[in-house]
């Protein structure tokens, strides 16, 4: 009996797995995504993007915003729980930074409505992935 009971506690934490999910990207949303990646090798998360260069930002789709830092290096954002509307026009992704301080994980982005300028939500980022390549010309 004990050991069906540590059979079931096992299986019960193997099931609480903390390995993160990949979004599911409409077929134009992962096209878009494997271009942008495409030649690039991912490399380990990190916290904070580098201060510069965070303005050349593409959506993908609701969990993911892309930042190229260089023709050979990117930074794929992942959301924390979504962005929602966030891809789909008239909106837009802000972000403010202040003084020399990166874009971190758990910092806030405001999601606005292009046409009226208000604030439709807001986002938390997550982990940032690195993607480096072959420099381009």
Not at 41 to 52: D, E, K, M
Not at 106 to 112: C, E, T
């Amino acid at each position: 009996m004990r050991g069906i009971s540590l059979a079931l506690i096992g299986v019960a934490v193997a099931s609480c797995s903390t390995a993160a999910e990949q979004p599911i990207r409409s077929a134009q949303a992962q096209d878009q995504f494997q271009r942008l990646v495409a030649g690039k090798i991912a490399g380990p998360t990190v916290n904070c993007l580098p201060s510069s260069r965070t303005s050349d930002m593409t959506v993908i789709d609701e969990d993911t915003v892309v930042f190229r830092q260089s023709s050979s290096r990117l930074y794929v954002a992942h959301m924390q729980g979504g962005c929602s509307n966030l891809g789909q026009a008239p909106y837009a992704l802000l972000t403010k930074q202040f003084g020399s301080a990166s874009l971190c994980h758990g910092d806030i982005a405001q999601v606005v409505d292009t046409h009226t300028g208000m604030t439709v939500g807001s986002c938390v980022f997550g982990d940032f992935t690195p993607y480096s390549g072959p420099m381009n010309g």
